[in-house]
């Protein structure tokens, strides 16, 4: 990262040197090399960019969650600032992405211990080699004879139990997190499923590469002698492009595609073979948000008749798919129209109609922060959403 004081100075040279009239470039570089040799790098480099080792726990951030859920520093009691450290975007962002980790496992631990949810590894037959992912279930989500409500999350750095990162950080647990979902929807006698459409892949370190060899090139100097000077060259190049463009350098990492479950829209997709389609509710219903929107209509392209055959309701969350784009047909875009929902981010009042983008499923508008209100959700999913006929809907209350 640029500092002021040698974002000028080379700013300086760069006028000095565009001001040189009738000089080869050859002379030029020499100029602006020669120019350069008398800058103090070092001491230009006032404020280096930290170490980017970052705390494990909450409490080494010296952050918790107080009563109401809102993420607190212990000794102020101030909210999570972003910009800890002035002008140094690219450190407060790394640090911002290691509490993000933190708050994922943070999240994992109350699925467990709240709401009483347990792993499952996906794929079912994983190896204990190969990368592997997981959902969570609550203890009756594959018993429960009556009611399955399944959780699906948008795109993004977001895992199983959460809407939106930043609303947990910046507002609140209630906000972010689907456990108000969970325990709601387990109040009234649901099972629950909550998926991890984002855990698509094992990030490990890509091992270095070997030097490339020189190219041969005509030159009346020793091949040895001209290579350590090629080197030479490449390094200072190399360590002044490091020292201000980008002052630590990371590892370099590669992604290994987990098996069946590779992208959000295959993890569904496999959820749904393995574990929804085997689940002995009559009923199921869907909460999906963005992304999530997307993935259950591709879904039932894949698998229409199931769908349609086990799912009574689904609730959608300013969802962005698209069924001319996914080319769903006529038959999905009806079932979606009498089935489901999209509630979508608008000034409006709660569940005033919104004008639908697409002739697929009505929109209305989420009112004032629909997603931190559960009861209102899990209240019209209980009440089949009014999405169903009359006669179904009496036939499937009866039951």
């Known amino acids: 990262m640029l500092t002021r004081p040698c974002t000028f100075i080379l700013f300086i040279l760069w006028i000095t040197m565009a001001q040189i009239p009738g000089q080869e470039n050859k002379e030029k570089t020499t100029a602006l090399k020669d120019l350069l040799s008398r800058i103090d790098l070092d001491e230009l480099m006032k404020k280096d960019e930290p170490p980017l080792n970052f705390p494990k726990t909450l409490e080494e951030f010296e952050y918790a969650f107080n009563e109401q859920g809102r993420l607190r520093h212990t000794t102020t009691g101030e909210a999570y600032a972003f910009n800890a450290r002035e002008d140094l975007h690219r450190w407060n962002q790394k640090r911002y992405e290691a509490l993000g980790e933190i708050i994922t496992r943070y999240v994992y631990q109350l699925l467990e211990t709240k709401c009483n949810l347990t792993k499952e590894i996906v794929p079912v037959d994983a190896t204990a080699e190969e990368p592997r992912s997981f959902i969570y279930l609550s203890a009756d989500a594959m018993s ?12 993004g750095v977001v895992r199983a139990g959460q809407w939106a990162r930043r609303l947990i950080i910046n507002q609140d647990l209630d906000s972010g997190t689907q456990i108000p979902f969970i325990t709601r929807a387990q109040e009234e006698g649901y099972g629950v499923m909550v998926l ?12 270095a590469k ?9 030159s009346d100097e020793p091949a040895e002698k001209r290579e350590r000077k090629d080197d030479r060259e490449s390094k200072k190049k190399r360590d002044f492009y490091e020292k201000y463009r980008n002052p ?9 595609p987990i098996r069946e479950n590779g992208s959000p829209e295959e993890h569904v997709l496999y959820v749904w073979d393995h574990f929804v389609s085997k689940a002995a509710a009559r009923n199921v219903f869907v909460v ?8 259950l209509v591709e879904l039932m392209i894949q698998r229409e008749a199931q769908v349609k055959n086990r799912v009574c309701a689904v609730a959608m969350t300013d969802s962005i798919h698209n069924v001319w784009h996914q080319d769903a047909n006529k038959s999905i875009q009806e079932w979606l129209q009498q089935h489901c929902r999209n509630w979508v981010s608008s000034p409006e009042p709660l569940d005033t109609p919104v004008e639908p983008m697409l002739s697929d499923c009505p929109r ?36």
Not at 288 to 295: E, F, K, Q, V
């Open 210 to 218: 070997p030097a490339p060899l020189p190219s041969p090139e005509a």
């Open 364 to 399: 209305v508008s989420a009112g004032n922060g629909f997603l931190k209100s559960p009861k209102q959700l899990i209240g019209r999913l209980h009440a089949k959403l009014e999405l169903t006929p009359p006669s179904l809907q009496r036939t499937q209350l009866s039951k």
């Open 248 to 256: 630590q350098k990371e590892s370099e990492t590669e992604q290994i």
């Open 288 to 295: 999906a948000h963005s992304y999530g929107g997307l993935s």
């Open 196 to 207: 991890n459409p984002n855990e698509n892949h094992l990030e490990v370190e890509r091992p």
């Open 144 to 155: 429960n004879p009556t009611k399955l409500l399944v959780l699906i999350q948008g795109c």
